[in-house]
């Protein structure tokens, strides 16, 4: 607590329990709490899960910030580190795993694949960044990101808990967060909520098709 | 002549089945063109008269302007030598080959990919499907005539990615704005999704195979994409009879980033960067594997000091990928962690070495065609120095120490995933998967690259196939490496490290070449296609664990699942290599 705070304390406290006792808001003893206990999903995908490893090993050790239990199962984890190139094959999956952690959930993309397709951008399999499809909280560039810069990230995770609130959190409003809906692999990758746009778009490219061919037939 | 003259010599096929085969004589080309319809005859005498026993590499290439389909194959002899090519040629609209899993059952998961890849048909494949993109995927993305979603031109450097000076993302280009592309008047909504209805149905084929008269059942069990075990995105669907597995179906493509189309589009140094992120461990021999290729197209020898600090960073990078092999076969084993953490340790000190000479931990981008990006500076190597007659030596005693007579380690390893030596040969195993079981063969005393004729080692080798020699056989190559290490280390030379001035654009003539070396996980190779264009017209690459995945299904058939996720750590897959 800086000195500026504590001037502007508003409780008395009695100065032989100065030493025991702590006042503070639910919002900060809840955050402070939660943002150093994150648990991560054991879940790498790319090039960059071996630099999460390599966080994770001694060297930088992110245990130091709370969080070194690394969990297979979404339904036990906090935070997604998504580690890697997202493919058109993997990200039914991901959507699914996204889907199945339990609020509060956190995702990071890590590495310039997640953040946006980066070298394999152009590649017909690859998705342009994980955000396409799932919200995503901390972006960390490079390819892969060292071990400092992931470590940066999760702290810059851990201050953007530290800023929620309790009273405005989504995860404790009455209405129940809707599933992000599962990507269907056909032809190509097909967004369901994007259904009347394909519909559309490849009606023009049919009809633009035919148009051509009748040219041509004349 | 005489039998071992035949084993030996390098047959002149044209002059033996003098109807069958005419020799390629393309400028630039090398091997012979086989008559699709003689293929299997000349394949099996080449196997059985000529002992070339490994099928290395089945790939295609799309001629379009001559309106052809080409598969090429690379075989090798076991006993060493060098690679002996030969294709196929059929025409693009009808390309149906014959398939040679029945002689080298290695070929396998090679011929899905050139089918799902190029569209080439192969005649009495068990099991044609796609393999790296998914069933129901329109086209067959390596043809050159068909463009991804967000393609600009054929070939790089793009004419403008500036237009009037405002920067154009991929985006704008599509009308969908997003990386995909559908057929003209296709509905979604009347799409039937295959959902893995194929893969299950080849699975049940093999139950009622086994069990004709009587009805019983087997549980389909799916051990990924995202699984603790399993290295990354690899999937194995696996059919079990209680807990024994009956067959398995190792399923692949979950970090297919089209590596090969892309670099299709790059000039040649433009794929020299995408080569780090193929095995993302071992960026180094990937470099080594690419700059071999390409500069056997160009005629170019790098100079003595780049030769040996080439050799420094392949066996660098050999060591660190085996400390992970070994730390993660103990993570599957159950011991969590802990052996991993010994041997990230010691990456870290080798990932430092890197960093020093290239400027970055993981994916290094350090060799060039004829030489290297950068010097290694006197701090480097003096690292280096300490770091390999020290460290190293000891590390890897202490690994031995707590785990090579450790009870655990021996029950879980010894007589689990066994792979006999004429099975391991079949299925076109290399690497250390090859070697513990018992076939001594190593390219880099097969067929000498680079300088590696020049030091004294050993080949580690095992003599029962299983989990436990390949372990033991990583741990003593580790120990050659060190050896290596020793002797480059002692004798580099001061001098130049490039041959020629450094250049963007490398003039390549047309021709083709195949490229390889001994990574750490098997034989890598590269293969190219050049027509004297600044781009590839064909570059393939040969990956070691992909094809080292053909076994994985043998080896644990009659297994329990526990053995599995073993046999899986201990072939060593990495997945940007698998998936490419």
Known sequence: MSEQERRTEPYEIPEEMKSQVAVTTLDKIYNWGRSNSVWPMMFGLACCAIEMIATAASRYDFSRFGMEVMRPSPRQA??????????????PTIVRLYNQMPEPKYVIAMGACACGGGPFKEGYTVVSGVDRFIPVDVYIVGCPPTPQSLLNGLITLQKKMEQESIATSRWYSKAPSQPIPIPVLGPDLMDPRKFDLIRQQSAAKKAAQTADGEVENE | MSDLQTQTLVPQLDTIFPDWVRPDDRAGYQGYIVETEHLLAVAKALRDTYGY?????????????????????????????????????????????????PLYPGAELQEREAYDLLGIRFEG????????????????????????????EEAKPYKSRWPEGQVRRAEDLNPFADNVDYPA????????????????????????????????????????????????????????????????????????????KIAERNTFLQNMPFTDRLD??????????????????????????????????????????????????????????????????????????????????????????????????PE??????????????????????????????????????????????????????????????DVRRAEPYSIYDRFDFDVAYGLHGDIYDRYLVRMEEMRQSVRILKQALRDLPEGPIMTGKP????????????G????????????????????????????????NLTSLAPMSRGGKVADVVAILGSIDIVLGEVDR
């Open chain 2, 125 to 152: 494949h068990p099991d044609l499907r796609r393999i790296l993109t998914w069933e129901g995927f329109a086209g067959h993305p390596l043809r050159k005539d068909w463009h991804e979603p967000y393609f600009e």
């Open chain 2, 53 to 101: 026993d490994l099928l290395s590499s089945v790939t295609g290439v799309d001629y379009l302007p001559e309106g052809k389909l080409e598969v090429v194959y690379h075989v090798f002899r076991t006993t060493g030598g060098p690679i002996f090519v030969y294709k196929v040629q059929v025409p693009r609209d009808n390309p149906v080959v014959p398939s040679l899993v």
């Open chain 2, 516 to 547: 390889r070396v001994e990574g750490p996980k098997g034989e890598l190779g590269f293969y190219l296609v050049s027509n004297g264009k600044p781009n590839p017209w064909r570059y393939h690459v040969r990956a070691p664990t992909f094809i």
């Open chain 2, 280 to 377: 993302y461990i071992a960026s180094m021999s990937n470099n080594f594997a690419y700059a071999l290729a390409v500069e056997k197209l160009m005629g170019v020898q790098p100079p003595e000091r780049a030769e040996y600090i080439r050799v420094i960073m392949a066996e660098l990078t050999r060591i660190v990928s085996h400390f992970i092999a070994v730390g993660f076969l103990l993570n599957d084993l159950g011991a969590f962690f802990t052996p991993s953490l010994y041997g990230i340790k010691e990456r870290e000190l080798i990932v430092d070495i890197f960093e020093m000479v290239s400027g970055s931990r993981m994916m290094c981008n350090y060799f060039r065609f004829g030489g290297l990006a950068r010097d290694m500076s």
């Open chain 2, 503 to 514: 250049a963007y654009q490398v003039r390549v003539p047309a021709g083709e070449s195949y």
């Open chain 2, 380 to 441: 480097a190597v003096q690292k280096t120095k300490e770091l390999v007659n020290d460290r190293l030596p000891r590390k890897i005693d202490e690994f031995d120490r707590y785990l090579t007579e450790n009870e655990i380690v021996r029950q879980r390893c010894e007589g689990v995933g066994v792979l006999t030596p004429e099975d391991a040969i079949a299925l076109s195993a290399t690497g250390p998967v090859l070697r513990a079981s018992g076939v001594p063969y």
């Open chain 1, 78 to 91: 906090d935070v997604m580190i998504v580690s890697g190139t997202v493919t058109k094959k993997m990200i």
């Open chain 2, 185 to 260: 008047g296709f509905d979604p909504e009347s799409l039937v999704p295959d959902a893995d209805d194929t893969l299950y149905k080849t699975l049940f084929r093999v139950q009622q195979a086994q069990h004709p008269e009587i009805k019983t059942d087997a549980i389909v069990v799916n051990l990924g994409p995202q699984h603790p075990s399993t290295h990354g995105v690899f999937r194995m669907v696996a059919l079990l009879e209680g807990e024994k597995i009956l067959d398995l179906k190792p399923v692949m493509g979950y970090l297919h980033r089209n590596h090969e």
